[in-house]
C-alpha cells in the first residue's frame, strides 16, 4: 500500500482499520479505549496521549515497520493553533510518567487553583529538564489553546522568544523594531486568553521572571532552571538521574537494539514486542553492561543518549563500549560526585569518546565543534564557518572549515548537535561546551575565540538597518565572544565588530547596551592604535549620535568634536571621511538651535565631497537631507527644497529603496507648509507615509513621523478634527513601539495637547501636557529646550483661559531655560521672550483699564451715586472667579499661581486657604483637608516630600499672601 507523507493520523488510521475490516468499535474495544474514542481521532478532533497507544493501535492493525513508522509520526501532529515549539519530539524520550502526570495534574487549565500556574524544574544540566517539558508541550498540546517556548538562557534570547511568538500570533507589533515592545504586546495577549502554558526554558534565577510576568496572572507556566532557589514565584521540582530500569530501557532504544516503548522497564518492553522472558535482546553479559553503564553515567539522561549514539554509530557493543570508557576515563570517574553542584564527569568523559570517534573519521568536525565552545549554544548560524564572505569574496576568518555540511552531518549523527535546517543554524548543549572548553589550553582558547571575531566581523553588516535580520542572528555571538577576550591592543577585529554591534543596537533603540559597545571599541582602538587614530573615530561619532538621542548634548559635542579633530590631524581637513562627524555636529547643532554653525558644517561638507573622486552616496544624501532643515530654519526656503530632492532622488533610485527616503519626504513637507503651499506639503506627506508604510509596515514607530508632519498641516489649516485624530494615531504607534515613558512619545503628545487647546478643549490639552511635562522632566531635566517648550505651550494655554499672571510666570521660566541653553539669538528664545512682552503689555494694560474705570465709577457716582453700585461689581468680576460659584478657583485665582516647575508646602498652602476664606467673610465653607487635597490633584498638582517638608508640586503662593 502507498502510504502519502502528507496524511494525517485521521486518515491513516481509517485507511489501515479499513484494511483489517474493522468496525471503529471493534478496534475500540481491541486497543481498550473508549467506543468513541477511534471515530474521535480518525475526525482529527483529538490525538493519542501517548506513543504507547499508538503502537497498540499498529500491533492490532498489523502494521509493519514502515507502517508502524507513518502512523506515529502522524500523530506527533500538534492540533493546537497556537503553537512555538522549536524542537521536534524526541523519539527516544524514556520514562518520566510519574512526573509527567503530576505536571498535568499541576498545570491542567481545568482544576480548581485559579490565578497563574507557575511549576519550575529543576536540577543539574544534562538530568533531562528540557526533554521533560518538551514532551509534556507535545503529550498535552490539545489541553491547551496555545503553547509557547520561551529561549531563557539570556535577556536577548528571552526578547527574540517574545518577537518569535509575537509574529506566531499576528500581533501588530511583531513588525516593530523595539523588542521590548514586542514583549509587551505578548504579555497583554497573555492577560486577555486564557488557557495557554509559556515554557521558560533554562531560566537563570526566577528573579528575572518578575518583571515579565503578564499583569493578570491566569494560565498556566513551566520552566526549567538549574538554579535550586525557587522563591515565592513558582513551586520547585527536583528532577533526579533515572531509575536504574528507566535509564537501561532508554540506552537500549538510544542504541536501537530494541524496540522499546517511552515509559521504560522491562517488563513494558517485552509487552510491546511481544517476546517472553528469554527473549529480552542481548546475552547476559551485554545486559549486565548496561545496567553498569546506566550506574557509571549516574543516570543522566544527556550521557546515556551520547552513550548510545556512540553505539549505534560504531556497531560495537555495550560491553566493549564499558571496558573502553573505564580504561579512558577510569581517574577521572573515580572522582565523581566530590563536586555535586558540577556536571558529572561521565558527562565530559562521553564527550570525549564521541569527539575521538569523530576524530577518526571527519577531524574537522571535531575542530567545528570547539570552536562553537565559544559562541552562544543556540542558533549558531552556519555561515560563519563557510569558506568566503557573501558580500566580499574574500577569505575571511582562519577558523573556516571545508566540508562545513559534512562535518555538521558527523556532529549531527553523534548528537552532539541538533540542526535547524529552515534557519541555517544549529545549536549544542551548553555541557557539551563546558567540556569541550575545559579540555582546551588558555591559549588555544584565546586564539579560537579571535578567528570567531574575524569571522563574525566579516559576516556582521556594516549599515545594520540594511539588514536587521543577519544582525539579529548574530549578535547573540558577536557579545559572547566579546565576553571572552580581554582589552588588549592587538584586539582590533573585535573593536571593528563592537562598533558595528553598538550601531545595530542603537537602532534598535537599546541605548545601554549600544553604549557598553561603542565605549569598549573606543578604548580598544586607543590601545592598540593610539588615541589620535582616525579608526577611533568611528565608534566616537557613533557615542557622540547616542548622547544626542539621550539628551547629553555638551558631552555629545565634546565626543563629535573629537571625533572631528582626530580625522582632521591624520587626514586633513579635506578628506571624504571627515563628512560623518561633520553631519553628525551638524545634526547636534540642529538640535541646539544653532542653526548657522549647522549650515556652516553641512556646507563645508557638501565642499569636500563635491571635490572628492568617489564620493559616497549614502554620506551625500545624509547630507542633504540634515542641511535641508537648517535652510529651512534659516528661512532659505529654495536652497531647503533642492537640498531635500536632491536626498530624495538619490535614496529613491537605490535598488530596493533606501528606508530613508520618507525622511525625505518629510523634510519637503515641512518646507512646503512653511512657505504656505498645503496642498504640496500635504500629497507630500501621504506619500512619505505611504512609502514607509510599505517599507516597514503601518505600525512602525518612524510611521509616527509624516504622521505628525501631516497633523500640523492641519492645524495650520484649521482642520483640528483631523489633525486630533492623526496626533492620536501616531501617539499609539509610538507608545506601542517604545511604551508610554518613552521620551520621544512627548512629540506627537504635545501636538495633540496644542490641538485640543487650539481648538478651546481645553479640558482635554490640560493631562496632555502634564503627561508630556513628566516625561521631559524625568529624562530631560528641567533645564533642557524641550522642557521650555513645553512651559512655553502651556503658557499659551494659560493666556487662553484667561488666567494671565499664570501665563506669565510660565513663559519667564522658559525664557530663562532658553536664555541659559539656547542663546539670546535662538529663534524659540524670540518667540518666548514675545509671548512674554505680550503677556506683560496686556497686564499693563488691564491695570490701565481697571483704573480708568475706578476714576469713571468715582466720577459717575459723584454725579449720580446710583450708578456706582452698577457699574462696582463687573470690576470684580474682571479681577476674581466668583468665590460661591467656584470657591477652591477663586482661591488659586487671589492666591495662588499654578506651574509645573513651582513648588510649596503643604502647611503653607492650607495656611493661606484658611486665611483666604477667613477675608471673604465666611461666604464659602471651608472644605476639610482631604476635600482641598482632592481639588489641587484634580487640576494637576502632585503632592512630594523634600528633605525638610511635604510639599505641592505644579503651585506657588503668590508673595503677599505668604
Known sequence: MEISTSSSFGELLRLFRKRQRLTQYGLAERVGVHGNTIGI???????????????????????????????????????????????????????????????????????????????????LGGV?????????????????????????????????????????????????ADQQHNMAAVQRWLSNHARWLLIWDNLKTLEQLSHLLPPVRAGAMLITTRSAITGTLAQGIEVPPLEIEEGRCLLWRRAKRAKVGPQGGLAVMRTLIGRGDNDVPGSSEEDAAVTQLVREMGGLPLALDQVGAYIEEAGCSFSYYLRQYKQEHYEFLSR?????????????????????????????????????????????????????????????????LPQVGEALAVLHSLSLIQRHPETYTFSLHRLVQVVLREQISAEERLKRVQELVIALNACFPSIPESQWSQCERLLPHVLCCADQLPDHPLEQALADLLWKAGTYLLKRVQYQQAEACYRRAIRLRELGLGEEHPLVAFPLTGLARLLMDLGNYEQSEAVGLRSLQIR??????????LVPSLIQL?????????????????????????????????????????????????????????????????????NPPSVHTAGALSNLAIVYREIGQYDQAAETCLRALSFQKQMLGPEHPWISIPLNNMADIYIDMGRYEQAITLYQQSRQIWEQAYGPDHPDIAIPTLGLANAYRDSGQFEQAEPLYQDVMQIRETHLGLFHPETAETLQEIAHLRKRQGRQNEASLLAEQALTIYLSTLGDSHPQTVAAQTLLTQLQEEQEAKIQDTELLVEATVYVGSQKPGNCQTLAPRVEEEEASSPTSDPVQAFLDACCCLSPLATCRISELWSAYEQWTASVQNSVPLLSRREFAAQMKARGCRPGRTNTARIWRGIKILQRFS
Not at 94 to 115: I, K, V, Y
Open 336 to 400: 565523581r560526585g566530590a563536586a555535586p553542584t558540577t556536571h558529572p564527569a561521565s558527562v565530559a568523559g562521553t564527550i570525549s569518546l564521541a569527539c575521538q570517534h569523530i576524530a577518526q573519521k571527519n577531524r574537522a568536525a571535531v575542530d567545528l565543534l570547539r570552536y562553537c565552545a565559544f559562541l552562544s549554544p543556540e542558533a549558531i548560524p552556519e555561515e560563519i564557518f563557510v569558506e568566503h564572505s557573501v558580500d566580499t569574496g574574500e577569505q575571511y576568518a582562519a577558523c573556516s
Open 41 to 123: 481521532w480518525e475526525r482529527g478532533e483529538y490525538l493519542p496521549e501517548s506513543r504507547t497507544i499508538v503502537l497498540e493501535v499498529a500491533r492490532q492493525l498489523g502494521l509493519d515497520e514502515q507502517e508502524t513508522r507513518s502512523l506515529l509520526e502522524a500523530s506527533l501532529t500538534v492540533i493546537t493553533s497556537h503553537w512555538a515549539v522549536p524542537f521536534h519530539r524526541n523519539p527516544y524520550f524514556t520514562g518520566r510518567e510519574n512526573l509527567l502526570s503530576m505536571l498535568h495534574t499541576c498545570l491542567h487549565p481545568d482544576q480548581a487553583t485559579t490565578g497563574l500556574r507557575m511549576y519550575a524544574l529543576q536540577g
Open 586 to 654: 551638524l545634526i547636534l547643532y540642529y538640535n541646539q538651535g544653532r542653526y548657522e554653525p549647522a549650515e556652516a558644517l553641512g556646507e563645508r561638507a557638501m565642499h569636500i565631497l563635491e571635490q572628492a573622486e568617489e564620493p559616497t552616496p549614502f554620506d551625500k544624501a545624509h547630507l542633504l537631507n540634515n542641511i535641508s532643515l537648517t535652510y529651512w530654519k534659516t528661512g532659505k526656503y529654495e536652497q531647503a527644497i533642492k537640498a531635500a530632492q536632491g536626498a530624495l532622488s538619490i535614496w529613491e533610485h537605490q
Open 568 to 577: 582632521e590631524q591624520a587626514l586633513g581637513s579635506e578628506h571624504p571621511l
Open 128 to 176: 533531562g529538564k528540557t526533554q521533560i517539558v518538551l514532551e509534556y508541550a507535545y503529550r498535552h498540546a490539545n489541553t491547551y489553546h496555545a503553547l509557547f517556548w520561551i529561549d531563557a538562557e539570556t535577556e536577548k534570547s528571552i526578547l527574540t522568544s517574545f518577537e518569535r511568538i509575537a509574529t506566531l500570533l499576528r500581533l501588530p507589533e511583531h513588525q516593530q
